[in-house]
């Protein structure tokens, strides 16, 4: 699961069948492998947006 979802990350235009079959096969359903998906997309999205317009962390967040 977290290597599908570090290449949907970095590498989204090598994710294939392939990666779903794998996910399959250590017993994730379609349901699962769709909110797997989802999650990573919806925060790789997240941080784009936050990046892009330059906000702010939090004040009680350590800097990188």
Excluded: H
């Amino acid at each position: 699961m977290l290597a599908y979802a570090v290449k949907l990350t970095v590498l989204p235009q090598n994710v294939a069948a392939a990666d779903l079959e794998d996910l399959r096969a250590e017993g994730f359903s379609d349901r699962d492998i769709l909110d797997i998906c989802e999650v990573t997309s919806y925060y790789a999205y997240a941080n784009r947006i936050a990046d892009g317009l330059g906000v702010q962390l939090e004040s009680w967040l350590p800097p990188d």
